[in-house]
């Protein structure tokens, strides 16, 4: 099944929001409903296919067959930029200015790199494209003129599984529950689960070095890959003959994270566990955000570590959005402070003496014990908070999220200096926001901050949105912040990456990008500049 084209997920998981959080949002920040609805799919002016029939032959012949190069405007709008809330609004007025010409399917690597050959014979630029799921601008090339879509849907195989060594090799266009259900018949699991999870996809997940919500257990996915297969339009890369090689620079760690920009991932060789006999989550309440995050620290530090470990400051747990599927219930949340919510899962052995001992420490730093409900809660609502956001979109309100990464002892200024700088800018807009954060993945040196805002749209949403984000990645670059710690760079973070990285790195990745792409077909002005 296809994503809601003008939203997130599933159509029929899509949820209005009730009565009384849309007369909050009225009263408290200024929301009210848009004037005019969404335009309808079949309504949108979609321009023909830039594509001469030279091209599309060569591209039929690429993947085995017309049938797999797709220039019909239902296709191509589907495969139009990804699911910020931006992109969003520019979608539902109809906006599909940098719609792709086509969208190709190949159905393996030599598919792909017969694509990119002839691609690059062709001039047309090729944007890689699994789940559709990218929040930062990484489907939208840079630069003006025809491109493809190139989906890797087809891609959609578990290729091998070595239980010996616990390792498993999955295709690009593997969404994740898919995968999960496939190693899961073999008693594995990768634990990877991010918030996208439902609809994002494996090579996504290492194109953007993606990030779980059971990191504490489970590790990013740039540490679960083992080995990955890369075509180019100069040819392929393979890296990973072993689990660790003094062999040179590890080239796997080149290639993760180039989000389409170095080349198409088409296979990915993980690290996999063993699925857990048990679960169990909790949640904990703290007087602060700066008590939660000590109590935090302490456990990433020095153990033990659980396998999810969060914490959302005071406005956020006040409004509930740990637990999504709660807004706007009855239920009141704990008075004042914060929530966080830790998660247990392995052997019953295992998970035990964790949680105890864990707990003992987060008694010790001030935290109180709240039982298994929030923690349950979390878990069975953990996808839900983009369909909370499309249903604000729906009311007229503003939302989107952000997200960074520092050392621990730079977070708190950190938090402060987003929260200010997000604040004054859309306060100065006219659109005063509520910003709630929480602490998304802890490691033994830092952690990161996500924030989330909502806000009135205001008359131009887009300009109003564009200033405070850019206001917000100063802020972070200022604080001693990364500018991403999970969501990538795309095209919406690249200035920032640039200065983040330095002029020597970002050319030496322009070098390695000329000798891989040296036409400069492959996701041109997304991470990188374009010359």
């Not at 080149?254 to 990915?268: Q, W, Y």
């Not at 991403?484 to 200065?499: A, F, I, M, Q, S």
Request: glycine share 12%; proline share 7%; hydrophobic share 40%.
């Amino acid at each position: 099944m296809d994503m809601l084209w003008s939203g997130w997920g599933d159509p029929d998981r899509a949820t209005p929001l009730p009565d009384t959080v849309i007369g909050l949002l009225r009263d408290l920040l200024g929301v009210k409903p848009s004037d005019t609805a969404p335009v309808d799919l079949t309504e949108i002016a979609v321009p023909e296919p830039e594509l001469t029939p030279a091209a599309l032959d060569a591209l039929s012949a690429a993947v085995g067959g017309e049938e797999h190069v797709r220039t019909d405007a239902e296709t191509r709008i589907r495969h139009t930029r990804g699911k910020s809330t931006p992109d969003l609004l520019r979608i539902r007025e109809g906006e599909v200015d940098d719609i792709p010409a086509a969208a190709v399917l190949p159905s393996d690597h030599d598919e792909v790199l017969a694509v990119l050959r002839a691609c690059t014979q062709l001039g047309l630029a090729v944007v890689p494209f699994g789940g559709g799921t990218s929040v930062v601008g990484g489907l939208a090339p840079g630069r003006r003129g025809p491109f493809v879509a190139l989906d890797l849907r087809r891609m959609d195989g578990l290729l091998a599984l070595d239980p010996v060594s616990r390792t498993a090799t999955l295709q690009p266009g593997l969404r994740a529950p898919r995968a999960e259900a496939l190693l899961a018949e073999h008693g594995f699991t990768l634990g990877h689960f991010p918030q996208s999870y439902e609809w994002a996809t494996i090579g996504g997940f290492a194109a953007t070095r993606s990030s779980g919500q059971a990191s504490a257990g489970y590790g990013r996915f740039d540490e679960m890959v083992l080995g990955l297969t890369l075509a180019t339009p100069e040819g392929t890369v393979d890296t990973g003959r072993a689990p660790r090689s003094a062999a040179g620079p590890d080239l796997r760690q080149l290639f993760l994270g180039s989000e389409g920009a170095l080349g198409v991932i088409t296979s990915v060789t993980v690290r996999i566990r063993p699925v857990p006999r048990t679960r169990v989550y909790e949640g904990w309440h703290f007087d602060s955000f700066e008590e939660g995050g000590a109590a935090l620290r302490r456990l990433a530090q020095d153990g033990p570590r659980p396998t999810v470990l969060r914490l959302s400051d005071e406005t956020e747990t006040l409004i509930g959005l740990a637990q999504p599927e709660a807004i706007g219930s009855a239920e009141t949340p704990p008075a004042g402070g914060c929530v966080a919510i830790a998660g247990y899962e392995g052997t019953p052995e295992d998970t035990s003496y964790r949680r105890e001992h864990a707990a003992a420490v987060l008694r010790e730093s001030g935290g109180t014990p709240l039982g298994t409900e929030p923690g349950e809660r979390w878990a069975h609502g953990r996808y839900s908070a983009p369909y909370l956001r499309d249903a604000l979109l729906d009311a007229g309100a503003f939302a989107e999220t952000l997200e960074t990464a520092a050392f621990w002892s730079r977070i708190p200024g950190l938090y402060a200096a987003v929260r200010d700088a997000l604040t004054t800018k859309l306060t100065e807009a006219g659109t005063p926001p509520l910003v709630m954060c929480h602490i998304s993945h802890v490691y033994e040196n830092g952690a990161s901050l996500y924030f989330t805002v909502v806000s009135a749209q205001g008359e131009d949403p887009l300009s109003i949105w564009a200033r405070a984000k850019h206001a917000a990645n100063e802020a972070i670059l200022a604080a001693g912040g990364t500018i991403t710690h999970h969501h990538g760079v795309g095209t919406d973070h690249r200035d920032w990456y640039v200065r983040e990285a330095g002029a020597l790195a970002v050319e030496a990745l322009g070098a390695v990008k000329r000798c891989v792409d040296p036409a400069g077909v492959l996701n041109p002005g997304v991470l990188l500049p374009l010359d």
